[in-house]
């Protein structure tokens, strides 16, 4: 499963196409508030656990969408207006994220 074509349709989402014939929108809410960076999901290691602190989401910039960079064949990192950059998508979680009519009725959200 990889992504044929990712575009920003407007201001509040991305589309993504996949090779599977698939396709459908990915709000930039849910993108950015769905971030597997170790700093606003944390992480364990070496036994010690950190937690991140409360995501603060009347920043500036937070769900503006400043590019999209390939990682490999296997993810996109996404550049925000508020300067976040580190957190890489993979195919699975992005594929996951999709909010077109049979995903979200999948989810049973």
Same mark, same amino acid.
């Given at each position: 499963?990889?992504?044929?074509?990712? !575009?920003?349709?407007?201001?509040?989402?991305?589309?993504?196409?996949?090779?599977?014939?698939?396709?459908?929108?990915?709000?930039?809410?849910?993108?950015?508030?769905?971030?597997?960076?170790?700093?606003? !999901?944390?992480? /364990?290691?070496?036994?010690?656990?950190?937690?991140?602190?409360?995501?603060?989401?009347?920043?500036?910039?937070?769900?503006?969408?400043?590019?999209? /960079?390939?990682?490999?064949?296997?993810?996109? !990192?996404?550049?925000?207006?508020?300067?976040?950059?580190?957190?890489?998508? /993979?195919?699975?979680?992005?594929?996951?994220?999709?909010?077109?009519?049979?995903?979200? !009725?999948?989810?049973?959200?």
């Amino acid at each position: 499963m990889n992504p044929l074509q990712v !575009k920003q349709s407007s201001d509040k989402e991305i589309f993504i196409r996949w090779d599977d014939g698939h396709e459908g929108p990915v709000l930039l809410r849910s993108l950015r508030d769905s971030c597997p960076c170790a700093g606003c !999901k944390g992480e /364990t290691i070496l036994f010690r656990t950190y937690k991140p602190l409360d995501v603060q989401i009347d920043v500036p910039g937070r769900y503006e969408l400043k590019s999209v /960079t390939p990682v490999g064949n296997y993810a996109l !990192k996404f550049t925000w207006g508020d300067g976040h950059d580190v957190g890489i998508y /993979t195919w699975v979680q992005l594929r996951g994220l999709c909010e077109c009519e049979a995903c979200i !009725k999948q989810k049973g959200v």
